[in-house]
Structures are given as C-alpha cells and as structure tokens.
C-alpha cells in the first residue's frame, strides 16, 4: 500500500510544531514567573530582617510548564506564644488575631493574571505563525 507523502509530512511538520511550542511555552511561563516574583517582591512588606521578602521564589513543578511562585516557608516561620510555630508569611497576607492582614501575594497575583495570560497567547501565536511561514 502506497503512503501518502503529503500526509506524513504532515504529521512530521506537526510535530515539529508540536516541540518547539512546547519548548516556547515553557520559557515564557519561566520568565512570567519570574517577572510575577519580582513584583511580588516589591509590595512584600517591609520587616526588621527582610526574611519575607527573601522567601519569595519560583518553584519548579513536575513538568516544564509547571512554575509555582511562592513565599514563606523555614526562613520565616517563627514560634509564637502558644508554642505553636506559624508562618508569618501567611500571617502578613491573612492576618492574625492580634494582627491586621497586609495582603502582597495575592492581590499582586490577581492584578497580573490577566498580562500573563496575555503574554503567553502571544509568545505562541507567534511561534505557531513564525513556524508555519517558515515551512
């Protein structure tokens, strides 16, 4: 049986496109990321040791196009007076009850959802349609 050349370059082109999308999408999320820390970095606010601010970073998921941005952790967990430890990151963002929140993570994350949102659908249109004119 005779194979059809159109349709397996085809396939051999939609692979390609396939990867280098792939390879695309992943950088781009790794510098929103970034840029996402960044600003978050600039709103944290601001303590005697700057600890906080020093916690936020970027954490790699299971697959290149997993990044997960986050703040807080062992460098500022603290113990408090009920000899339980807490996490002041969370007690700047939510509050406490001797505390008022002073929330930088999430809404600096919901006012840049949408620009990253943005810059991904451009930076893969721009490969798909770069890609395909080159082909």
């Known amino acids: 049986m005779a194979t059809n050349v159109s349709l397996e370059r085809f396939r051999s082109l939609t692979a390609e496109l396939k990867q280098q999308v792939f390879k695309d999408a992943a ?3 790794a510098a ?3 840029k996402l820390a960044a600003l978050i970095k600039q709103v944290v606010p601001r303590g005697d040791t700057g600890e906080l601010e020093h916690s936020v970073r970027v954490v790699p998921g299971k697959t290149d196009l997993v990044k997960r941005v986050v703040a807080g952790g062992r ?3 603290r113990q ?3 000899s339980k430890p807490y996490d002041y990151a969370r007690g700047d963002e939510f509050g406490t009850r001797n ?3 002073q929330p930088f993570f999430f809404p600096t994350y919901r006012l840049s ?3 990253i949102k943005s810059a991904m659908k451009r930076k893969l249109t721009a490969t798909i349609k770069r890609y395909s004119a080159e082909k």
């Open 27 to 29: 950088t781009e999320l």
């Open 32 to 34: 929103q990321a970034d």
């Open 75 to 77: 460098p500022t967990i």
């Open 80 to 82: 408090s007076v009920s």
């Open 99 to 101: 505390m008022k929140a």
């Open 113 to 115: 959802r949408k620009r």
